[in-house]
C-alpha cells in the first residue's frame, strides 16, 4: 500500500512540474503582447524594450522559466504587472471561494445523477430511464452561462429571491454567502449532473448484466439489496473516474462562472489576467486551478485503489 | 415404457417435478417456443443429468424453476414443481424465499458469478443473511464451515479474500459452498465442470457425489460433457433442440441409447462404451 | 419481408442530422436568408421586442437580432468544424504514430498527451487566446488543441485493436510499405469511432467557441457570435429577455443536434443494440 501511495504521489509531482512547463510556454510563446497590454498600444517600441527588460522578458525562454521556478518554490509567484501586487498571498484569499464553488456544484452534480442514474438502470428501458435519460441529454446541452443567465432573470428580476452577484466569505454570514452561490452552484452543478447521470446509468446496467447479479437473484436476495449490496459497489468505480474527469472540467468552467456572477474567486483572477496579459497573475491563477485538477484525480486515483480489491493487489505487487 | 428407477418413491412426490413446459423466447416483438413440452422429474437423493449440446434449451429449463429467466423469455405453458410447492403460482416474494433456500443454483462460470468487490466469505454466508436474518458479519464468520466442507484449506483466511485470489477450482468449490449453505432439497448445477483441468473436475464431482451421499440433497446436472455424466449420474435426460429426446438410467443410456440423436452423440465421444469409474485415465 | 432502410434505428441520427442540417444551411445562405445586414445601426430601434419587422427584436445598437443570430451559426459552424478537424486529424497522427511505432515514440507521444489532458478544457483554450490573441482563427486554433489529446487517446486504442489483426501481418510481410498500410488497412478501420467522437466535438467546439466569445476572448463586436450576443444581453437583461434567450437558444438546439448524431451513431453503430 505504501508503495502505491508513493508512486501515485511521485507522478503527480512530475505532473505538476511538467504542467508548470507548458503552462509557461503557451503563456509566453508570444513576444510584446505583455508590453503592450500595459502600456497601451501606442507604447513606442523603446518603451516597450524597457517595460520587457525591467521584468526580464527579454531573456531565453528557458532563463525565464528556471527563474520562475526558483522563486515559486519558496512561495514567490511574483507580482502583477498592472498593479505591483504579489500574486502569492492574492491567490491565497481567492482559493476558498473557488473551492466552496466548485464542491457546492459537485456536490448538486451527484446528488442528482446518483440516485437518478441507478433509478434508470433498475428500471432500465422503462418510462423512468427513457424520461431521465432525455432529462440529461436536454440538460447536459445547455451551456452552463446561459443557465447562469436564465437563473438570474428567474430568482433576481422576477421572484427577486436572490442578489445577482457578489460574495460574503462563509465565515462572516454564511445565510448570505449561500445566498449568493445557489445560482452560481446551480448553474455548474445542474449540467454537471446530466453527463455524471448518463455515466451512473450506463455504469449500472453494465453491471445488472452481470453474472453475479444473477447469483444474487438466484440467493433469494431482493431487487433492492441486490442493488445495494452487489451493484453500487461495483458501478461506483468506473462512476468515479469519470466524475473526477468532470470535476476537473467544472473547475475550468469556473473561470466564466466567477466573472458573470463578480465571485472574487481564482477564475475570475485567471479572467483578469488573460485581459490585461498580466503574465504572473495568468501563470498563477492557471497553476492553482491545474493543482486543484490533478490533486482531485490523484485522490481519485487513490479512493479507488481503495473500493477494488483488483487495483489495490496491483499497488502491492 | 417403465425402466427401474431406484431413486423413485411411492410416499413422497418428486424434489423437482416439470411437466410438459414450453418456453418462448423474444425476438423482435415476436415469440418463439425455444423448449417444447418438456417433462422431467428428479427424486429425492437422486443425481439427474440433463445432457445436450448448447442451444437445446437445457440451461433455460432449469433456469424457469428458479424463475430466473431472462427478460426476453417467457413460461408459456405447464407446470412446475418443488416437492409440494406449485412454482408457477408463487409471487416474486414467495420465489425469493425458495431461491437459496430449499434450491439452489451453481451457475457456469464461477468467476464472473462472484462478486468482484465482495470477499469470499461474505458471499458464500450471504444466503444465511437473506433467509435467517443474519447480520451479513456474522454469516461471514460462519461460512467458514460451509468453505470446509467443499475441501478449502484455510477457510479462515480464505473468507476474508476476494475472488480473483482464488483459483478455478477453488471458486467454483466457493460457489458450490454458496449453494449447500442452507441445505436445499434441489441443487441445480449448471455445467460446474467445464471451465476446470481434468483433475480439479475429478474433485468437483467427488465433491458432489459425497454431498449427495451424506445430505441426501437432489442434483440437477446440467453438461454437455458425457464422461462426467457417466460418473456421476442415476438417471439421464437427453435434450435437444428443445425437447427431451430420451431418458433413462445411466448405464442403460451408454449401453443401449434408443434415440438416433443419443447415438449420435455417443458416436462422437471418444472411447466411452461404458461408465467410467472415478480416477479412471481416458 | 423486404429489408429496407432501418429508420428506426437510425432515428437519433436523422433527427440530429436535420436539425444541424438546418443550421449548417442558415450559416451557408446566411447573406439570402437574413433579412437584414448584422451591422445595420438603427439606435432609435434599440432593445426592442419581437415584431413584425424584427422577428427577434433588436440588440443595445438597433441591430436586428434574427439577422445577427444567422450569421453568428457561421461564425460556429465554422469554429466547430475547423476545431474538430485539427483535433481529428493531429489527434490521429500521433494516435496512430504512437500505436504503430511502439516503444519510446509510443511512451513519449502518450505521456504528452495525458499532460495535456489533465488540464481542465477551458483553462487550455482560454490560456491559448491569451497568448495568440482574440481572433476567431485563434479560438479555432485553441479549441483545436484542446482536441487533440482526446482524439490521440481514441485513433490509439483503435488503431491497437486493428493491429492485433491479422490483415497487418499479412501486409507488412508481402513488403506494403508503412504508409500505404496506414492508409489502406488501418484507417478505414478505425473511421467509425473517430466519426463517433468528432460528432462530440462538434458540439464541444460550439460550447467553449461561445464560451470564449462570451468572456470577449472570441468573435470581436461587431462581429456577431452567440457568445457575445449572450454576454450584451446579460447586460441588458431587464429591457429585452430575447437578447437572453435567443442566443442560448441556437446553442443549446446546434449542441443538441451533435449530441444526437453522435449518441445516435453510437447507437447504430453498437453490434450489441437489441431492437
Not at chain 1, 445565510?175 to 449532473?193: D, E, Q
Not at chain 1, 469519470?242 to 465571485?263: C, N
Not at chain 2, 423466447?25 to 439427474?48: M, Q
Given at each position: 500500500?505504501?508503495?502505491?501511495?508513493?508512486?501515485?504521489?511521485?507522478?503527480?509531482?512530475?505532473?505538476?512540474?511538467?504542467?508548470?512547463?507548458?503552462?509557461?510556454?503557451?503563456?509566453?510563446?508570444?513576444?510584446?503582447?505583455?508590453?503592450?497590454?500595459?502600456?497601451?498600444?501606442?507604447?513606442?517600441?523603446?518603451?516597450?524594450?524597457?517595460?520587457?527588460?525591467?521584468?526580464?522578458?527579454?531573456?531565453?525562454?528557458?532563463?525565464?522559466?528556471?527563474?520562475?521556478?526558483?522563486?515559486?518554490?519558496?512561495?514567490?509567484?511574483?507580482?502583477?504587472?498592472?498593479?505591483?501586487?504579489?500574486?502569492?498571498?492574492?491567490?491565497?484569499?481567492?482559493?476558498?471561494?473557488?473551492?466552496?464553488?466548485?464542491?457546492?456544484?459537485?456536490?448538486?452534480?451527484?446528488?442528482i445523477a446518483f440516485p437518478l442514474g441507478v433509478m434508470a438502470a433498475a428500471r432500465h428501458q422503462g418510462w423512468v430511464d427513457r424520461a431521465f435519460s432525455t432529462l440529461a441529454s436536454l440538460l447536459g446541452a445547455v451551456?452552463?452561462?446561459?443557465?447562469?443567465?436564465?437563473?438570474?432573470?428567474?430568482?433576481?428580476?422576477?421572484?427577486?429571491?436572490?442578489?445577482?452577484?457578489?460574495?460574503?466569505?462563509?465565515?462572516?454570514?454564511?445565510?448570505?454567502?449561500?445566498?449568493?452561490?445557489?445560482?452560481?452552484?446551480?448553474?455548474?452543478?445542474?449540467?454537471?449532473s446530466a453527463l455524471l447521470l448518463r455515466i451512473m446509468r450506463a455504469s449500472m446496467i453494465e453491471v445488472l448484466s452481470r453474472d453475479y447479479i444473477r447469483t444474487a437473484h438466484a440467493?433469494?436476495a431482493s431487487e433492492w439489496v441486490t442493488l445495494r449490496?452487489h451493484g453500487l459497489r461495483n458501478a461506483t468505480i468506473p462512476y468515479?473516474n469519470v466524475a473526477?474527469?468532470e470535476?476537473?472540467?467544472?473547475?475550468?468552467?469556473?473561470?466564466?462562472?466567477?466573472?458573470?456572477?463578480?465571485?472574487?474567486?481564482?477564475?475570475?483572477?485567471?479572467?483578469?489576467?488573460?485581459?490585461?496579459?498580466?503574465?504572473?497573475?495568468?501563470?498563477?491563477?492557471?497553476?492553482?486551478?491545474?493543482?486543484?485538477?490533478?490533486?482531485?484525480?490523484?485522490?481519485?486515483?487513490?479512493?479507488?485503489?481503495?473500493?477494488?480489491?483488483?487495483?489495490?493487489?496491483?499497488?502491492?505487487? | 415404457?417403465?425402466?427401474?428407477?431406484?431413486?423413485?418413491?411411492?410416499?413422497?412426490?418428486?424434489?423437482?417435478?416439470i411437466?410438459n413446459l414450453t418456453i418462448e423466447f423474444s425476438r423482435r416483438r415476436v415469440w418463439t417456443p425455444v423448449v417444447r413440452d418438456v417433462?422431467?422429474?428428479?427424486?429425492?437423493?437422486?443425481?439427474?443429468?440433463v445432457?445436450g449440446e448448447s442451444g437445446s434449451g437445457k440451461t433455460l429449463t432449469s433456469l424457469a424453476a428458479l424463475r430466473l429467466l431472462p427478460r426476453q423469455a417467457r413460461i408459456a405453458a405447464g407446470?412446475v414443481?418443488?416437492?409440494?410447492?406449485?412454482i408457477l403460482s408463487r409471487t416474486d416474494?414467495?420465489m425469493r424465499?425458495?431461491r437459496?433456500?430449499?434450491?439452489?443454483l451453481?451457475p457456469q462460470d464461477?468467476m464472473q458469478s462472484l462478486n468482484p468487490?465482495?470477499?469470499?466469505?461474505?458471499?458464500?454466508?450471504?444466503?444465511?443473511?437473506?433467509?435467517?436474518?443474519?447480520?451479513?458479519?456474522?454469516?461471514?464468520?460462519?461460512?467458514?464451515?460451509?468453505?470446509?466442507?467443499?475441501?478449502?484449506?484455510?477457510?479462515?483466511?480464505?473468507?476474508?479474500?476476494?475472488?480473483?485470489?482464488?483459483?478455478?477450482?477453488?471458486?467454483?468449490?466457493?460457489?458450490?459452498?454458496?449453494?449447500?449453505?442452507?441445505?436445499?432439497?434441489?441443487?441445480i448445477?449448471d455445467e460446474?465442470?467445464t471451465a476446470?483441468?481434468?483433475?480439479?473436475?475429478?474433485?468437483?464431482?467427488?465433491?458432489?457425489?459425497?454431498?449427495?451421499?451424506?445430505?441426501?440433497?437432489?442434483?440437477?446436472?446440467i453438461?454437455h460433457?458425457?464422461?462426467?455424466?457417466?460418473?456421476?449420474?442415476?438417471?439421464?435426460?437427453?435434450m435437444r433442440e428443445g425437447s427431451v429426446?430420451?431418458?433413462?438410467?445411466?448405464?442403460?443410456?451408454?449401453?443401449?441409447?434408443?434415440?438416433?440423436?443419443?447415438?449420435?452423440?455417443?458416436?462422437?465421444?471418444?472411447?466411452?462404451?461404458?461408465?467410467?469409474?472415478?480416477?479412471?485415465?481416458? | 419481408m423486404t429489408t429496407g432502410f432501418n429508420w428506426h434505428r437510425w432515428r437519433l441520427a436523422i433527427t440530429g442530422s436535420i436539425i444541424i442540417g438546418i443550421i449548417l444551411?442558415?450559416?451557408?445562405?446566411?447573406?439570402?436568408?437574413?433579412?437584414?445586414?448584422?451591422?445595420?445601426?438603427?439606435?432609435?430601434?434599440?432593445?426592442?421586442?419581437?415584431?413584425?419587422?424584427?422577428?427577434?427584436?433588436?440588440?443595445?445598437?438597433?441591430?436586428?437580432?434574427?439577422?445577427?443570430?444567422?450569421?453568428?451559426?457561421?461564425?460556429?459552424?465554422?469554429?466547430?468544424?475547423?476545431?474538430a478537424?485539427?483535433?481529428l486529424?493531429?489527434?490521429?497522427?500521433?494516435?496512430?504514430?504512437?500505436?504503430?511505432?511502439?516503444?519510446?515514440?509510443?511512451?513519449?507521444?502518450?505521456?504528452?498527451?495525458?499532460?495535456?489532458?489533465?488540464?481542465?478544457?477551458?483553462?487550455?483554450?482560454?490560456?491559448?487566446?491569451?497568448?495568440?490573441?482574440?481572433?476567431?482563427?485563434?479560438?479555432?486554433?485553441?479549441?483545436?488543441?484542446?482536441?487533440?489529446?482526446g482524439f490521440?487517446r481514441l485513433a490509439?486504442a483503435a488503431t491497437e485493436v486493428v493491429?492485433r489483426e491479422?490483415y497487418?501481418?499479412?501486409?507488412?510481410?508481402?513488403?506494403?510499405?508503412?504508409?500505404?498500410?496506414?492508409?489502406?488497412?488501418i484507417l478505414p478501420n478505425i473511421i467509425a469511432p473517430l466519426l463517433v467522437e468528432a460528432a462530440v466535438a462538434f458540439s464541444y467546439?460550439i460550447?467553449?467557441?461561445?464560451?470564449?466569445?462570451?468572456?470577449?476572448?472570441?468573435?470581436?463586436?461587431?462581429?456577431?457570435?452567440?457568445?457575445?450576443?449572450?454576454?450584451?444581453?446579460?447586460?441588458?437583461?431587464?429591457?429585452?429577455?430575447?437578447?437572453?434567450?435567443?442566443?442560448?437558444?441556437?446553442?443549446f438546439l446546434t449542441v443538441l443536434g451533435f449530441n444526437f448524431i453522435g449518441d445516435g451513431l453510437r447507437d447504430a453503430l453498437d453490434p450489441h443494440m437489441k431492437d
Amino acid at each position: 500500500m505504501a508503495r502505491f501511495l508513493l508512486t501515485r504521489l511521485a507522478a503527480f509531482v512530475l505532473t505538476m512540474f511538467a504542467a508548470s512547463i507548458i503552462l509557461f510556454i503557451a503563456i509566453n510563446v508570444v513576444p510584446g503582447s505583455a508590453a503592450r497590454s500595459a502600456l497601451g498600444i501606442d507604447a513606442t517600441p523603446q518603451a516597450i524594450a524597457r517595460f520587457e527588460a525591467s521584468r526580464g522578458l527579454d531573456r531565453p525562454l528557458v532563463v525565464q522559466y528556471a527563474e520562475w521556478l526558483r522563486k515559486a518554490v519558496t512561495g514567490d509567484l511574483g507580482t502583477s504587472f498592472q498593479n505591483g501586487v504579489p500574486v502569492g498571498p492574492e491567490l491565497l484569499t481567492r482559493i476558498p471561494v473557488t473551492l466552496e464553488l466548485a464542491l457546492l456544484a459537485f456536490l448538486v452534480a451527484n446528488l442528482i445523477a446518483f440516485p437518478l442514474g441507478v433509478m434508470a438502470a433498475a428500471r432500465h428501458q422503462g418510462w423512468v430511464d427513457r424520461a431521465f435519460s432525455t432529462l440529461a441529454s436536454l440538460l447536459g446541452a445547455v451551456p452552463n452561462f446561459w443557465l447562469a443567465t436564465l437563473l438570474v432573470m428567474l430568482f433576481t428580476l422576477w421572484l427577486r429571491w436572490l442578489p445577482p452577484g457578489g460574495y460574503v466569505p462563509l465565515g462572516t454570514d454564511p445565510v448570505a454567502n449561500l445566498k449568493l452561490m445557489i445560482m452560481p452552484a446551480l448553474s455548474l452543478g445542474l449540467v454537471s449532473s446530466a453527463l455524471l447521470l448518463r455515466i451512473m446509468r450506463a455504469s449500472m446496467i453494465e453491471v445488472l448484466s452481470r453474472d453475479y447479479i444473477r447469483t444474487a437473484h438466484a440467493k433469494g436476495a431482493s431487487e433492492w439489496v441486490t442493488l445495494r449490496r452487489h451493484g453500487l459497489r461495483n458501478a461506483t468505480i468506473p462512476y468515479i473516474n469519470v466524475a473526477a474527469v468532470e470535476f476537473g472540467f467544472l473547475f475550468g468552467s469556473v473561470v466564466v462562472i466567477e466573472d458573470i456572477f463578480q465571485l472574487p474567486g481564482i477564475g475570475s483572477l485567471v479572467l483578469v489576467g488573460i485581459i490585461n496579459r498580466d503574465y504572473p497573475v495568468l501563470m498563477g491563477g492557471a497553476l492553482v486551478i491545474t493543482l486543484f485538477v490533478l490533486v482531485t484525480n490523484l485522490l481519485v486515483d487513490i479512493a479507488v485503489g481503495f473500493l477494488d480489491p483488483r487495483r489495490a493487489k496491483e499497488g502491492q505487487a | 415404457m417403465m425402466e427401474n428407477r431406484p431413486h423413485e418413491r411411492t410416499d413422497r412426490p418428486p424434489t423437482l417435478s416439470i411437466e410438459n413446459l414450453t418456453i418462448e423466447f423474444s425476438r423482435r416483438r415476436v415469440w418463439t417456443p425455444v423448449v417444447r413440452d418438456v417433462s422431467l422429474r428428479i427424486w429425492p437423493g437422486e443425481i439427474v443429468g440433463v445432457i445436450g449440446e448448447s442451444g437445446s434449451g437445457k440451461t433455460l429449463t432449469s433456469l424457469a424453476a428458479l424463475r430466473l429467466l431472462p427478460r426476453q423469455a417467457r413460461i408459456a405453458a405447464g407446470k412446475v414443481r418443488l416437492g409440494e410447492t406449485d412454482i408457477l403460482s408463487r409471487t416474486d416474494a414467495q420465489m425469493r424465499e425458495l431461491r437459496g433456500n430449499r434450491m439452489a443454483l451453481i451457475p457456469q462460470d464461477a468467476m464472473q458469478s462472484l462478486n468482484p468487490t465482495m470477499r469470499v466469505g461474505h458471499q458464500v454466508g450471504e444466503p444465511l443473511n437473506l433467509h435467517r436474518g443474519m447480520p451479513l458479519r456474522a454469516a461471514a464468520a460462519a461460512a467458514r464451515k460451509f468453505l470446509e466442507t467443499v475441501r478449502i484449506r484455510e477457510p479462515e483466511r480464505r473468507a476474508r479474500e476476494f475472488p480473483h485470489q482464488f483459483s478455478g477450482g477453488m471458486q467454483q468449490r466457493a460457489m458450490i459452498a454458496m449453494g449447500l449453505a442452507l441445505a436445499p432439497d434441489l441443487l441445480i448445477a449448471d455445467e460446474p465442470t467445464t471451465a476446470l483441468d481434468v483433475t480439479v473436475q475429478a474433485q468437483v464431482l467427488k465433491l458432489l457425489r459425497e454431498i449427495r451421499d451424506n445430505s441426501g440433497t437432489s442434483i440437477l446436472f446440467i453438461t454437455h460433457d458425457l464422461g462426467v455424466v457417466a460418473e456421476l449420474c442415476d438417471w439421464v435426460y437427453v435434450m435437444r433442440e428443445g425437447s427431451v429426446v430420451e431418458e433413462g438410467p445411466v448405464r442403460r443410456i451408454f449401453a443401449a441409447p434408443q434415440a438416433e440423436y443419443t447415438r449420435m452423440l455417443l458416436a462422437a465421444t471418444p472411447s466411452l462404451h461404458e461408465p467410467r469409474r472415478a480416477g479412471e485415465a481416458a | 419481408m423486404t429489408t429496407g432502410f432501418n429508420w428506426h434505428r437510425w432515428r437519433l441520427a436523422i433527427t440530429g442530422s436535420i436539425i444541424i442540417g438546418i443550421i449548417l444551411i442558415a450559416a451557408i445562405f446566411a447573406p439570402w436568408l437574413a433579412p437584414y445586414s448584422p451591422y445595420d445601426l438603427d439606435v432609435a430601434a434599440m432593445l426592442q421586442g419581437p415584431s413584425a419587422a424584427h422577428w427577434l427584436g433588436t440588440d443595445e445598437l438597433g441591430r436586428d437580432t434574427l439577422s445577427r443570430l444567422i450569421y453568428a451559426a457561421r461564425i460556429s459552424m465554422q469554429v466547430a468544424f475547423i476545431a474538430a478537424g485539427v483535433g481529428l486529424v493531429c489527434g490521429t497522427l500521433i494516435g496512430v504514430t504512437a500505436a504503430y511505432f511502439g516503444g519510446l515514440v509510443d511512451l513519449v507521444l502518450m505521456r504528452l498527451m495525458e499532460l495535456l489532458f489533465s488540464f481542465p478544457a477551458i483553462l487550455l483554450a482560454v490560456v491559448l487566446m491569451a497568448s495568440l490573441g482574440t481572433s476567431i482563427l485563434n479560438a479555432m486554433i485553441a479549441i483545436g488543441i484542446v482536441f487533440i489529446p482526446g482524439f490521440s487517446r481514441l485513433a490509439r486504442a483503435a488503431t491497437e485493436v486493428v493491429l492485433r489483426e491479422q490483415y497487418v501481418e499479412s501486409a507488412r510481410a508481402i513488403g506494403m510499405s508503412n504508409t500505404r498500410i496506414l492508409f489502406r488497412e488501418i484507417l478505414p478501420n478505425i473511421i467509425a469511432p473517430l466519426l463517433v467522437e468528432a460528432a462530440v466535438a462538434f458540439s464541444y467546439a460550439i460550447l467553449l467557441e461561445s464560451a470564449l466569445s462570451f468572456l470577449g476572448l472570441g468573435a470581436q463586436p461587431p462581429e456577431p457570435s452567440w457568445g457575445n450576443m449572450l454576454n450584451v444581453g446579460r447586460g441588458f437583461m431587464a429591457q429585452s429577455l430575447m437578447l437572453s434567450l435567443a442566443p442560448g437558444m441556437a446553442i443549446f438546439l446546434t449542441v443538441l443536434g451533435f449530441n444526437f448524431i453522435g449518441d445516435g451513431l453510437r447507437d447504430a453503430l453498437d453490434p450489441h443494440m437489441k431492437d
